[in-house]
Nanobody, 132 residues
Framework: QLQLVESGGGLVQPGGSLRLSCAAS????????IAWFRQAPGKEREGVSC????????NYADSVKGRFLVSRDNAKNTAFLQMDSLKSEDTAVYYC?????????????????????????WGQGAQVTVSS
C-alpha cells in the first residue's frame, strides 16, 4: 500500500523537544517534496515546513522559524521534523505530505503549495501536545 507513516508525537513540556518521522511505504521519496502541516483544535490546517527532494531547499513558517528543522534521509525513505523550544501554541496534530512536483524556486528559497489537495500522499497525523 502506498502511504506515509508518521511517528514521534507525544506530550512534552514547554521548552522541550520532539522529533517527528515520516516514512514512505510502497514508494520512494527521492523525487518528492515533503511538507509538514499542523492543525490545532478549532483551527484550519496550516503549513509548517517543507523540504525539496534533494534536501537542498527548505521553507519554514514564521511561527516556527529558528525552532524547527526539517530534514530527510532519502536512503532511509524518511523525512523528519525536529521541533525544539516547543510552545503551548505548537500543540496540534502534525501531518506530513508528499508532493510529486518540485517546489517553486525563488531567490529567497523554495515555496511549497498551501493547498492540501495538491499533495499526493498524506500521513495519518501525529499528536503533539505541549503542556506543563
Amino acid at each position: 500500500q502506498l502511504q506515509l507513516v508518521e511517528s514521534g508525537g507525544g506530550l512534552v513540556q514547554p521548552g522541550g523537544s520532539l522529533r517527528l518521522s515520516c516514512a514512505a511505504s510502497g514508494f520512494t521519496l527521492d523525487y518528492y517534496t515533503i511538507a509538514w502541516f499542523r492543525q490545532a483544535p478549532g483551527k484550519e490546517r496550516e503549513g509548517v515546513s517543507c523540504i525539496g527532494s534533494s534536501g537542498g531547499g527548505t521553507n519554514y513558517a514564521d511561527s516556527v522559524k529558528g525552532r524547527f528543522l526539517v530534514s530527510r534521509d532519502n536512503a532511509k525513505n524518511t523525512a523528519f521534523l525536529q521541533m525544539d523550544s516547543l510552545k503551548s501554541e505548537d500543540t496540534a496534530v502534525y501531518y506530513c505530505a508528499a508532493l510529486r512536483r518540485p517546489p517553486i524556486q525563488t531567490r529567497f528559497g523554495i515555496v511549497c503549495p498551501a493547498n492540501r489537495y495538491e499533495y499526493d500522499y498524506w500521513g495519518q497525523g501525529a499528536q503533539v501536545t505541549v503542556s506543563s
